[in-house]
Protein backbone atom coordinates (compact mmCIF):
# COMPACT_ATOMS: atom_id res chain seq x y z
CA UNK A 1 0.00 0.00 0.00
CA UNK A 2 1.12 3.53 -0.84
CA UNK A 3 -0.01 6.66 0.67
CA UNK A 4 -0.12 10.05 -1.04
CA UNK A 5 -1.15 13.15 0.97
CA UNK A 6 -1.28 16.49 -0.91
CA UNK A 7 -0.33 19.95 0.48
CA UNK A 8 0.05 23.31 -0.57
CA UNK A 9 -3.29 24.37 -2.51
CA UNK A 10 -5.08 27.27 -1.85
CA UNK A 11 -6.89 30.40 -3.37
CA UNK A 12 -4.40 32.92 -5.39
CA UNK A 13 -5.39 36.00 -7.51
CA UNK A 14 -4.57 35.87 -11.59
CA UNK A 15 -0.93 36.10 -11.75
CA UNK A 16 0.06 34.48 -8.79
CA UNK A 17 1.55 31.48 -7.63
CA UNK A 18 1.67 28.53 -5.43
CA UNK A 19 3.91 25.31 -4.78
CA UNK A 20 1.85 22.25 -4.43
CA UNK A 21 3.78 19.18 -2.58
CA UNK A 22 2.72 15.19 -2.68
CA UNK A 23 4.23 12.87 -0.12
CA UNK A 24 4.27 9.68 -0.24
CA UNK A 25 4.39 6.81 2.23
CA UNK A 26 4.20 3.15 2.35
CA UNK A 27 5.41 0.74 0.31
CA UNK A 28 7.04 3.30 -1.95
CA UNK A 29 10.06 2.99 -4.31
CA UNK A 30 12.23 6.16 -5.62
CA UNK A 31 11.99 3.99 -9.03
CA UNK A 32 8.26 4.87 -9.17
CA UNK A 33 7.70 7.89 -11.85
CA UNK A 34 5.08 10.09 -10.52
CA UNK A 35 2.41 12.59 -11.95
CA UNK A 36 0.11 15.30 -11.19
CA UNK A 37 -3.48 15.98 -12.31
CA UNK A 38 -6.08 18.15 -11.72
CA UNK A 39 -9.84 17.66 -12.16
CA UNK A 40 -12.25 20.96 -12.32
CA UNK A 41 -16.03 21.08 -11.42
CA UNK A 42 -18.11 18.97 -14.64
CA UNK A 43 -15.37 18.21 -15.93
CA UNK A 44 -12.68 14.67 -16.39
CA UNK A 45 -9.68 14.62 -14.70
CA UNK A 46 -7.14 15.78 -16.85
CA UNK A 47 -3.13 15.37 -16.75
CA UNK A 48 -1.09 18.16 -16.01
CA UNK A 49 2.74 17.15 -15.65
CA UNK A 50 4.63 13.67 -15.67
CA UNK A 51 8.43 12.89 -14.20
CA UNK A 52 10.11 10.47 -14.16
CA UNK A 53 12.13 8.16 -11.55
CA UNK A 54 15.00 9.86 -11.30
CA UNK A 55 13.57 13.03 -12.05
CA UNK A 56 15.52 13.05 -15.52
CA UNK A 57 12.67 12.90 -17.95
CA UNK A 58 9.66 15.39 -17.26
CA UNK A 59 6.51 16.21 -19.50
CA UNK A 60 3.89 18.83 -19.49
CA UNK A 61 0.29 19.27 -20.62
CA UNK A 62 -0.11 22.57 -23.65
CA UNK A 63 -2.10 24.16 -21.52
CA UNK A 64 0.80 24.43 -18.29
CA UNK A 65 3.61 24.62 -20.25
CA UNK A 66 6.37 26.93 -19.23
CA UNK A 67 4.30 28.29 -16.18
CA UNK A 68 4.36 24.95 -14.15
CA UNK A 69 7.80 23.31 -12.98
CA UNK A 70 7.39 19.58 -11.31
CA UNK A 71 10.32 18.06 -9.39
CA UNK A 72 11.08 15.68 -6.87
CA UNK A 73 13.20 15.01 -3.77
CA UNK A 74 13.64 11.20 -3.43
CA UNK A 75 15.15 11.32 -0.26
CA UNK A 76 12.30 13.15 1.47
CA UNK A 77 9.76 10.48 -0.81
CA UNK A 78 8.41 14.17 -1.80
CA UNK A 79 7.06 15.67 -5.21
CA UNK A 80 6.58 19.19 -6.32
CA UNK A 81 4.32 21.72 -8.56
CA UNK A 82 5.23 24.98 -8.60
CA UNK A 83 2.84 26.68 -10.45
CA UNK A 84 3.28 30.38 -11.28
CA UNK A 85 1.91 32.80 -13.75
CA UNK A 86 -2.00 30.62 -12.82
CA UNK A 87 -5.05 31.30 -14.43
CA UNK A 88 -8.83 31.36 -13.40
CA UNK A 89 -8.79 28.03 -15.69
CA UNK A 90 -6.28 26.49 -13.73
CA UNK A 91 -8.50 26.20 -11.10
CA UNK A 92 -9.43 22.39 -10.10
CA UNK A 93 -8.19 19.95 -7.69
CA UNK A 94 -5.24 18.70 -7.97
CA UNK A 95 -4.16 15.19 -7.40
CA UNK A 96 -0.77 13.48 -7.32
CA UNK A 97 -0.39 10.01 -8.72
CA UNK A 98 2.10 7.35 -8.23
CA UNK A 99 1.41 3.75 -10.15
CA UNK A 100 -1.91 3.08 -9.31
CA UNK A 101 -2.24 5.12 -6.56
CA UNK A 102 -3.90 8.54 -6.05
CA UNK A 103 -4.04 11.25 -3.26
CA UNK A 104 -7.23 12.80 -2.01
CA UNK A 105 -5.73 16.20 -4.07
CA UNK A 106 -5.70 19.87 -2.77
CA UNK A 107 -7.76 22.69 -3.95
CA UNK A 108 -6.24 25.46 -6.02
CA UNK A 109 -8.58 28.44 -6.77
CA UNK A 110 -7.76 31.08 -8.92
CA UNK A 111 -9.33 34.17 -8.87
CA UNK A 112 -9.52 37.10 -11.46
Known amino acids: QVQLVESGGGLVQFGGSLRLSCTASGRTSSNDPMAWFRQAPGKEREFVAF????????KYADSVKGRFTISRDNAKNTMYLQMNSLKPEDTAVYLC?????WGQGTQVTVSS
Open 97 to 101: NLAIY
Open 51 to 58: ISSNGGVT
